[in-house]
């Protein structure tokens, strides 16, 4: 099953069809330059029926090996992916391991492609044949046998509050006006972001469960602990803000197309997590020195190998900080961790981008190197400048994943107080709300709200979190602003947020010069508009 959900992750494509081979290696297409293409114009451009055929035993010849290009097939259609691999949103590896086979039956396993028609825009560039029919039959053939047992048939049920972007797999936000109604989200309500199905373990898989603890690197050999064992060690409690790196993505979009889901602003939540601590933790398993261990032994890194496949890994120096509240966790707002959100065991990174929050966690290992796979070392994590749109040339070895996140905030509600009929021009009393966080446990210690454009500004009052300790503050803030705000001329309010944290960092006024192909980490103003009128 790893090795479907692996190949599936590699893949970013759909059906369709294209031009020539020379005309497609020639292309320079991206994600971006696609999203701005009239795709119906592309695709009556194209005549599929006038293209090669090829065998699979061709296809598979082109495997990318000895200076080869890169094939795979879907749907009766041939592509030529070679130019494509370094802009794969997963990562080179990950599109490399289905190269020279047909993906559908890890599109049967892997189908948010689906939710989105960039998939589409790009696979238009690459296809340069169809397959020949009598393969296209086996592999249906194999399909229908694949379709008795659907990996998705043990989800759990969702809240149907949850706004969804993709439900297999399962990708949904918490809506706008459920952000600040609790301090702790609620777990129902809690955001939700995954890659694969969510791991199903039985009875006896669950009384047989042990998380490996690898200390072979520093010459402690590997060391096991039952979830008993776990609960029995002294167990922390940590209130700590999860946010998907990709939140607000949509904002980008609106200047320039990415790739991935496009988030509002609800993909981010607040829980209180209870377990372990991973420095206890490792501790017990055999680290004595976690200082010696990274400089005599070059062990800089703590690896976290998760149920389904996916592998992440924060630096030595958070992991074995005690001050760095770093866990491994086994309950969530003071229940069983639910499945959704890593049951039975995940790990909790204050501070950081949630990727590295670990979810469905069975090993934690100590390296001289950072965990291999898409989403520590592959282009998904990593943010590119801003000028570029094309990955290929671009050493992602060099640029680091993303780890500890930046300063955020956002409007969740705006009233009107002042009495009165509003007209354009008005000045009128408005009551916002919304939250605030930082990353690196940087406390929030303003927030300032603008209903002029940034003519004026008003300071929010600070309300739930704000008194958090200095330097471990993982959790929103929640705040509260009455301010004058100018009616437009189309009966609107015009609002924006921006927060100042304990490094007196300051978010951006505008996107634009944060924006990157791959929609991470915009922090830009939070705007949002309101009919007074």
Known sequence: ATGFLAIATAVAGCTALSTSCEEAKSDNFTPTSVGA???????????????????????????????????MTYGGVVYDVTEFVANHPGGSEKILMAAGSSIEPFWHLYRQHYASDLPMRLM????????????????????????????????????????????????????????????????????????????FLSDKQLKDFKLNVDLSAYGKGVVSFSLEDLKNMEKVEIVSTLQCSGNRRSGFNTFQRTSGTPWGQGAISTAKFGGVRLVDLLKAAGLDDPIAAQEKKGLEHVRFHALDGMMASIGIEKAANPYGDVII????????????????????????AAVRNVKWLEKIELSETEAEGAWQRGLNYKTLPPGITDAKGINLDKMPSMTEVSLFSGITKMEQISDGKATPGDRVMIRANGWAWSGGGRNIVRVDITGDEGKTWATAKLKEGADQRFGRAWAWVFWECELECTVSESGNVHLASKAVDLAFNVQPEKSDHSWNVRGLGNNSWYRVNARVA
């Open 329 to 352: 966790c086994y309950e969530m707002n003071n229940e069983p961790l639910p499945r959704d959100h890593g049951f039975p065991l995940r790990a909790i990174v204050p501070g950081y």
């Open 124 to 199: 238009e560039h690459m296809a340069i044949g169809r397959l020949d029919e009598k393969d296209q039959d086996k592999i249906d053939e194999q399909m229908e046998a694949l379709e008795e047992d659907d990996p998705y048939a043990r989800e759990p049920e969702r809240h149907k509050a949850l706004k969804i972007h993709s439900d297999t797999p399962m990708n949904a936000e918490t809506p706008t006006r459920l952000l600040n109604e609790s301090y702790l989200t609620p777990n129902s309500l809690f955001y939700i972001r995954h890659h694969h199905p969510v791991p």
């Open 37 to 71: 293409e009239d795709f119906e114009e592309v695709q009556a451009a194209h005549d599929v029926d006038s293209m090669p055929i090829y065998t699979m035993d061709e296809v598979a010849e082109n495997d990318g090996s000895t200076g080869k290009p890169i094939w």
